[in-house]
Structure formats: structure tokens, C-alpha cells
């Protein structure tokens, strides 16, 4: 059984990561000088995946599949490189995928449920904010789709992605370019998991995004800056 397939082309999808800015701002909390900040960066660099990746050092994925001399390629290869210990919807712990959404909307929403759920997970009791940059990126390729196909409900199940996992592994070694899905935290929205690098085309910054918790058991304050 496998899902149809459906030709996209779809421009501006968005995909949100923490903001550079932010991830100085975890170093520096850690650091107790100078020189110890200096000392966390080097660690990050010698223990970064997409770094390892683009050595080749990396068991899922290729070198030859990711991105170079292009805008924003260690961006998109930071995606497939970085993959979740336990994995993400659609991809297991040793790859990773592109997961965006066709709506802003949408992404603010998928990644506000998990942060929350991080911050529950630490029983977090302060106000906590995210800053995120909202990528924008677009897509000319046949993608499986599953959306209204109710033989893969259980790929969308909101607490667990053994079937979703199970599935993705099948399409990537079949030679799919990714999946189409109803977004299981906005039930409006459309996402897709791409599962190849040279498919993210013309990637470049949108929105700067604001995710406030003031209590994770509550929806977040949502707030936009300016585009890059």
C-alpha cells in the first residue's frame, strides 16, 4: 500500500528555527567568561552534525546529497544532519528531513506544541520566550500524499510516530522526494517532510517570530518582527 502522489509547486512554505541570536544567548548563560564562551564553540564545531555531515562522517545521509556554493545551504543541510534522538514524524534518529508548512500560521503552531511540551517536561514555572526565524523556501516535485487518505489516519496520530516513521522509511528507500500531510497541530494547515536536500529550492529569510509562555498549559503569546 502506498499513498498517490501529487505534483507541487508551491512557493513560500515556511519552516521556523531557533534564531542565531538565541542560540549565542544559551552559550553565553552557560559561560562564566570569555574564554569559556570560546571554549563552547569550539565544542559546538567539533560535535556539530551538519559539520560531520559535510565530511561524509555522517551513516544517514551522503555527502553527495546535501547542499553547497548555494544561499543558505547549511541551513537546509542542517536539517537533514540534525535529526531527533528519537526521530521526528517522518524521519527516524540517523536522517532528518525538511519539515515545513504552507502556512506561517501553521508552523507557528507546530513548533508552539512542542516547545510547550518541552517546557512541561522541565516543569518550567517562568516565563519563557523563543525567538525564532521563519524560512521561507519552494518546491517544484512529486510528493506522496496523504492528506484525506484515511488509510494513513495512524500517521497522524498527536502522541506517537511509530507509523509515520514506518512509512517514511519505506517511501525514502523507494526513492521518494517526501510527504504531504494535514498539520496534526492545525487541522486547517498543510506540512510537508522533504526527504532530499536538493529539492529545498530558493531558500532565503521571511518573518522573525516570537513564541512568549507565560504557563506552557496555556496557548503562548505569538508575536512577528520584521522580514530579513
Not at 519552516?15 to 567568561?33: G, H, K, N, Q
Not at 517522518?90 to 508552523?107: K, Q, V
Not at 487518505?149 to 498527536?158: A, G, I, K
Not at 492545525?186 to 531558500?203: D, E, Y
Request: aromatic share 10%.
Amino acid at each position: 500500500m502506498t499513498p498517490g502522489v501529487s505534483t507541487l509547486r508551491q512557493d513560500d512554505t515556511h519552516r521556523l528555527i531557533p534564531a542565531r541570536e538565541a542560540s549565542e544567548r544559551v552559550f553565553r548563560r552557560l559561560a562564566e567568561d570569555d574564554d569559556e564562551l570560546r571554549d563552547l564553540y569550539e565544542l559546538d564545531g567539533v560535535t556539530n552534525d551538519r559539520m560531520l555531515g559535510e565530511a561524509n562522517l555522517l551513516p544517514g545521509i551522503s555527502v553527495h546529497e546535501l547542499l553547497f556554493g548555494v544561499s543558505y545551504a547549511h541551513i537546509v543541510n542542517a536539517a537533514f544532519t540534525h535529526a531527533q534522538p528519537a526521530g521526528s514524524r517522518f524521519n527516524g534518529s540517523d536522517r532528518g528531513a525538511w519539515y515545513a508548512a504552507f502556512e506561517l500560521e501553521t508552523a507557528e503552531a507546530e513548533i508552539a506544541f512542542h516547545k510547550a511540551e518541552e517546557l512541561k517536561e522541565i516543569a518550567w514555572r517562568e516565563a519563557e520566550t523563543f525567538t525564532l526565524r521563519d524560512y521561507l523556501a519552494d518546491f517544484r516535485a512529486a510528493f506522496h500524499d496523504i492528506r484525506d487518505d484515511p488509510r494513513y489516519s495512524n500517521c497522524l496520530d498527536p502522541n506517537s510516530y511509530k507509523s509515520s516513521q514506518k512509512l517514511a522509511r519505506a517511501l525514502l528507500a523507494s526513492g521518494s522526494a517526501g510527504i504531504v500531510y494535514s498539520s496534526v497541530r492545525r487541522p486547517v494547515g498543510i506540512c510537508l517532510a522533504c526527504f532530499r536536500p536538493a529539492l529545498v529550492s530558493n531558500v532565503r529569510k521571511g518573518y522573525a517570530v516570537a513564541i512568549t509562555f507565560h504557563d506552557p498549559t496555556k496557548p503562548p503569546v505569538i508575536s512577528r518582527g520584521g522580514r530579513a
